[in-house]
């Protein structure tokens, strides 16, 4: 179930970002939206009686885990999605399992088994569909690609990290911090490079967008990510985020009249294949086999 909220609400994030980004630069909409996610997620651990001070070490390991996870990959695809079509550019961010399932494999000893490594192959054969006609495009906007494909590995080696360390705070109360550590250097880097965005001209339409993207890519599945995290093996849960893409596509599609064809669906059937072999075969033999003992 978290997967596939992450995958509704995180897909819908890309044309989000494209409408906002149009209104509002760059390093001053990712400083708003760490602050505003990482308030939202610290207020919600505290009522929830969580511990929210930080204990000594932890905040070095806040720092680490944060500027991959969350710094690397917010300002990266930000100026990706912000140079190239919305739907495209979530194809590039998720690459993002490739690397991390490399990565896991490395540091953390988790096997690569057949359905594995399979649904890994079907899931970025889905992407190579979708991304084989838009070569063109990436030729003309190479920096986005560039930016893109930098915010997916920073993204992978933040999963590894979080995983790889034996935390002792909750995951509400870990994520929170991250966002609001990472806040600090993008909003000092806002204030110098940039003037501060007058936010009551902003359109009604980057207004929703800007409100739906706090509210749940920055706060909810920013939560719900890690805790899949925490649940599956880093590599799984990486996988599990191949949905997103196709989500971002037709979204774009229906939002920003970013064109959908062929390409689309079979890129489509591919990676509900590759969910499948990761996901559901594993759970429905591991059932099996408990019915059966």
């Known amino acids: 179930m978290l997967l596939a909220s992450l995958s509704l609400f995180w897909g819908l994030n890309w044309p989000g970002m494209k409408i906002i980004l149009s209104e509002v630069s760059v390093w001053w909409f990712r400083a708003l939206c760490l602050i505003a996610g990482g308030s939202i997620l610290i207020i919600l651990s505290a009522l929830s009686g969580n511990r929210c001070r930080l204990q000594r070490g932890e905040l070095g390991q806040i720092v680490l885990c944060g500027s991959f996870a969350i710094l690397g990959w917010m300002v990266f695809s930000a100026y990706g999605v912000a140079q190239m079509p919305a739907g495209r550019a979530s194809i590039i961010a998720f690459t993002m399992p490739l690397w991390a399932t490399l990565a896991a494999a490395y540091v953390l000893g988790e096997p690569i088994t057949p ?74 880097i806002a204030l110098i490079v940039e003037p501060f965005p007058q936010l009551s001209t902003l359109s009604p339409r980057a207004m929703l ?69 990761v996901l559901l075969i594993p759970a429905w033999q591991r059932s099996r086999k408990l019915l059966v003992d």
């Open 115 to 188: 359905s594995k490594l399979t649904g890994l192959l079907l899931g970025l054969a889905g992407l190579a569909v979708l991304i084989g006609p838009d070569l063109v495009v990436l030729q003309r906007a190479p920096i986005g690609a560039v930016f893109m494909l930098l915010a997916a590995i920073s993204w992978a080696i933040g999963t590894i990290l979080v995983k790889h360390i034996d935390w002792q705070l909750a995951t509400l109360s870990n994520i929170a911090w991250q966002l609001l550590v990472s806040a600090v250097p993008v909003t000092i």
């Open 209 to 277: 967008a800007c409100v739906y993207i706090i509210v749940f890519p920055m706060s909810f599945c920013q939560w719900a990510y890690f805790k899949t995290v925490g649940l599956l093996p880093a590599s799984i849960a990486a996988i599990g985020t191949l949905a997103i893409p196709i989500i971002g596509v037709y979204s774009s599609y229906l939002i920003l009249d970013e064109q959908v064809g062929v390409y689309d669906i079979v890129a489509l059937l591919l990676v509900l294949s590759a969910l499948v072999m």
